[in-house]
């Protein structure tokens, strides 16, 4: 298996709602990631986790909540989420000390 | 701090022409690089890759080479395809850090008609 799953494919929420999107990974990779895109633009960083330990943060606001359950899971869970955090939402996974990601097809989020 | 930079676009091209995509980077030490592809409605997928200096990355068609005293590297391909039609990014991964964390260049639109 090289593949990282994500789900859903396409969300649609409430600015009130919660949910909560799924990536998993059974290539034994110690590293995930989120990553956010919006249109027309470059992957950003979120969060990353290594060995299930939250490592790096890139000052997102606190109504995306990450966890990583085990080695082969990560969920991010959206709470009170604004119309600007529309965007296609990647996770990704990696080796440690091996650079080059393997990146899932994405979450589609719609705030309404 | 890291960065790279990715010619402007959108780039069209007609099948079978040959397609250039410059990229350099800003990096200490020897970064390894990257290029993924984005089709459109999906999610990014790895197209080659270069870990040190004069390595040449190379995939469905696709070469790039690591050149460590241009600080480049750019993306070729021979003859495009209409299938080729994505986005394109560069990318670098710094050579310190076990997770360390992938700078993209802005990405370029390549269109192929037939």
């Known amino acids: 298996d090289t593949e990282v799953t994500q789900t859903p494919k396409h969300l649609v929420m409430g600015m009130t709602n919660k949910k909560s999107l799924k990536c998993e990974q059974h290539m034994g990779h110690r590293a995930m990631y989120w990553y956010k895109q919006k249109a027309k633009k470059p992957p950003e960083l979120m969060f990353v986790y290594s060995y299930e330990k939250l490592s790096i943060n890139e000052s997102v606001p606190s109504r995306f909540s990450p966890e990583c359950p085990n080695s082969s899971l990560l969920n991010l869970h959206l709470h009170a989420l604004q119309p600007e955090d529309s965007a296609l939402y990647l996770c990704?996974?990696?080796?440690?000390?091996?650079?080059?990601?393997?990146f899932g097809s994405g979450t589609r989020l719609t705030v309404v | 701090g890291d960065s790279v930079t990715q010619m402007e676009g959108p780039v069209t091209l007609s099948e079978e022409a040959f397609l250039t995509i410059n990229c350099t980077y800003t990096?200490?030490?020897?970064?390894?690089l990257f290029w993924y592809v984005q089709y459109p409605g999906e999610g990014l997928q790895l197209l080659l890759k270069a870990t040190k200096a004069d390595d040449k990355g190379s995939n469905k068609g696709f070469e790039a080479t690591y050149r460590k005293e241009t600080t480049s590297f750019h993306l070729e391909k021979g003859s495009v395809q209409v299938s080729d039609s994505a986005v394109y990014f560069c990318?670098?991964?710094?050579?310190?850090?076990?997770?360390?964390?992938?700078?993209f260049g802005k990405g370029i639109t390549l269109s192929v008609r037939p």
């Open positions: 990096a200490t030490g020897y970064p390894s």
């Open positions: 990318a670098l991964s710094p050579d310190t850090g076990a997770n360390s964390k992938l700078t």
């Open positions: 990704a996974s990696s080796q440690i000390q091996v650079r080059g990601y393997t």
